[in-house]
């Protein structure tokens, strides 16, 4: 029997940042440095979920001991729903989980050969390569390489003054550089993350920005029913009446309710903390979740 957690209609005025990227994706802060900002920021707790990769969870486990906050462990997995790209939040899942550590392998291959043709493209009309952008990779090899690390390469060119001013230019959805990210189904991620014991929940799942054609709730609801565990609602990206839609959904289905900032450092101006997740929704992730919270 799923557990509904009570929300509040404008998100908790306190808690745990749930959507928080790193130097190991794209985010510009080492797990250390995530850690310190969460605590000068009088967080609960956060959780670090950097792209389709676990690679800073050793760090980020060290860093919250020695600092005596608590963190989930999480990753940010980018799906497709048919022609909708759609990004998912796996936590507390076992990463040594067969099905779960194949599906970053191929996922992580896919991604390093689609920016590897991303840049031929870009560096055919601008000052940039491919040793240009691994620069950009904080962590090298440990690092999943994405469309930040070429923003960051145009920027270091002189190109564009910000990454945010490249996401809006060449390296935007909409350019003729770009190329969609090869992407596991929501099914499979749905299904994987819940063999390995973890718990989903669709990031932003109301973000027109990211998306002009949005998941609809017929597709939400079947996911519900393959294992789907919540909504992040409280997300800079959501609108007033997709929050509503989504808390409707929510009631609807049992899901989880969840907030988070999607925190990259300077790498966005979203600013950590400024959406949370309750503690009582956290702790119902860790319940059913397959490891330990850390700190």
């Not at 963190?71 to 048919?82: M, N, Q, S, V």
């Not at 952008?133 to 469309?147: D, H, M, S, Y």
């Not at 299904?191 to 027109?208: K, L, Y």
């Amino acid at each position: 029997m799923i557990r509904h957690m009570p929300h509040e209609d404008h998100g908790p005025a306190h808690g745990w940042d749930l959507h928080c990227h790193t130097v190991y994706s794209d985010g510009t802060k080492t797990p250390a440095e995530m850690i310190a900002s969460a605590v000068a920021s009088g967080l609960h707790g956060l959780a670090i979920t950097d792209h389709d990769t676990t690679a800073g969870w050793a760090d980020a486990a060290a860093a919250a001991r020695r600092a005596g906050l608590p963190i989930l462990r999480g990753t940010e997995i980018t799906a497709a729903d048919g022609d909708i790209s759609v990004h998912m939040l796996a936590y507390q899942y076992d990463p040594d989980n067969t099905a779960i550590t194949e599906l970053f392998r191929a996922t992580r291959a896919a991604r390093l050969e689609r920016a590897k043709r991303m840049v031929a493209r870009l560096s055919e009309d601008f000052p940039i390569d491919w040793h240009s952008v691994l620069r950009q990779a904080k962590q090298g090899e440990k690092t999943t390489v994405g469309r930040p690390h070429m923003a960051d390469a145009l920027v270091e060119a002189g190109v564009y003054a910000t990454r945010s001013e490249a996401f809006a230019g060449v390296i935007s959805g909409a350019s003729k550089y770009y190329i969609p990210t090869p992407s596991p189904s929501t099914d499979e991620v749905v299904r994987t993350v819940r063999e390995a014991g973890g718990v989903s929940v669709i990031a932003h799942p109301g973000d027109r920005g990211r998306n002009t054609t949005l998941l609809g709730d017929g597709r939400i609801r079947a996911l519900a029913g393959e294992g789907l565990g919540g909504l992040e609602v409280w997300h800079r990206g959501n609108a007033d009446d997709q929050r509503r839609r989504l808390l409707g959904l929510a009631d609807e289905l049992g899901l989880l309710v969840t907030g988070g900032s999607d925190w990259h450092g300077a790498g966005k101006p979203n600013r950590l903390g400024e959406n949370l997740t309750g503690d009582a929704t956290v702790r119902e992730i860790v319940a059913r979740g397959a490891i330990e919270v850390v700190g």
